[in-house]
């Protein structure tokens, strides 16, 4: 009773919460479906530390978003990291939109990262209260991971984090010579980054909805290439909505344009990484540009 007039008491004095936001932390915000994403090959233009620091980067980062991103899950196989790693490019070596997003589709990933390991730099910076500043020598690392969007082929996000550690003159002078890997540095540098890029990440991927993808279709039985990996369940009602004009882009680059809503199917059966939904509204429901958990 005392909770319940709190409520309503809340509703009306200046300075609470408003209605929607009560509503929603009371009631929740509505059921959310994992976001499957996939990483390319890593890229690593530094060349310092060689095999060891570009694995240990890929790694980290997963790992990372693994476990603070509960929104998304990374599908890490040797099908799709040799899929990922024979998508076509153009002759200036860019990516080719469509074949990614087949690809995707096929894996029901709703995006793919590509992580660019920069150049190892070393600089100098005066540091400490006025008066008893002092030069320090420090190592920094930039680090930047590019999304692409499997749904549109869009550059969901390009972003570049910078961090550097304090180091002593003769690993400064190592580094800077690229006489000798100091695990130590590079493993505290990719610490940092990784921290702050995961963070990145993880708010915006969170922003994005859900969207899956129906690969086949025959006698009203529709076959999706997500399932409880994601969260769905039987019973499910998806929202199918069909494909608009693509877009045509720099390099002969395609961008997919979605349509309005055509449709809705109906979750039957679920398996790890498929579902079979039955077509309750709509026709031609094969040819969509995706799905969405109807709420």
């Given at each position: ?14 300075g ?36 060891d620091?570009q ?9 990372f ?33 469509l ?26 910076d ?18 930047r ?5 499997i749904?549109t ?21 190592n580094i ?13 540098l ?13 708010e ?6 859900w ?7 025959s ?11 994601v ?38 059966k ?6 079979e ?11 969509s ?7």
């Amino acid at each position: 009773m005392i909770a319940a007039l709190y409520f309503v008491g809340c509703l009306f004095v200046p300075g609470c919460a408003t209605t929607q936001k009560i509503t929603a932390d009371i009631l929740g915000k509505g059921r959310t479906l994992r976001k499957k994403i996939a990483f390319l090959p890593s890229v690593d233009s530094s060349g310092y530390g060689g095999k060891d620091f570009q694995g240990a980067t890929a790694a980290q980062l997963k790992a990372f978003l693994s476990r603070r991103c509960d929104s998304l899950r990374i599908i890490d196989s040797r099908n799709i990291r040799k899929a990922l790693q024979d998508v076509s490019r153009s002759p200036s070596g860019q990516i080719d939109n469509l074949a990614l997003a087949h690809l995707g589709r096929i894996f029901g990933l709703s995006a793919v990262l590509k992580q660019t390991i920069g150049q190892m730099e070393c600089l100098t910076d005066k540091r400490g209260i006025w008066g008893f500043r002092r030069t320090c020598r420090l190592a920094r690392l930039s680090f930047r991971v590019r999304v692409y969007d499997i749904q549109t082929t869009a550059i969901l996000m390009d972003e570049i984090v910078r961090e550097d550690v304090e180091v002593s003159e003769s690993d400064w002078d190592n580094i800077k010579t690229a006489d000798r890997y100091n695990k130590g540095i590079a493993y505290q540098l990719l610490a940092k980054v990784i921290g702050k890029m995961g963070e990145i990440i993880c708010e915006r991927l969170a922003e994005e909805p859900w969207e899956g993808y129906i690969i086949s279709g025959s006698d009203n039985t529709f076959t999706i290439s997500a399932g409880t990996d994601v969260g769905l369940a039987a019973g499910d009602v998806l929202e199918v909505f069909g494909l608009g004009e693509p877009l045509k882009g720099q390099e002969g680059q395609i961008y997919l344009v979605s349509g309005p809503k055509i449709g809705e199917i109906k979750v039957t059966k679920v398996k790890r990484n498929r579902a079979e939904a039955t077509g309750i509204l709509g026709y031609d429901l094969e040819q969509s540009s995706f799905v969405q958990l109807k709420q």
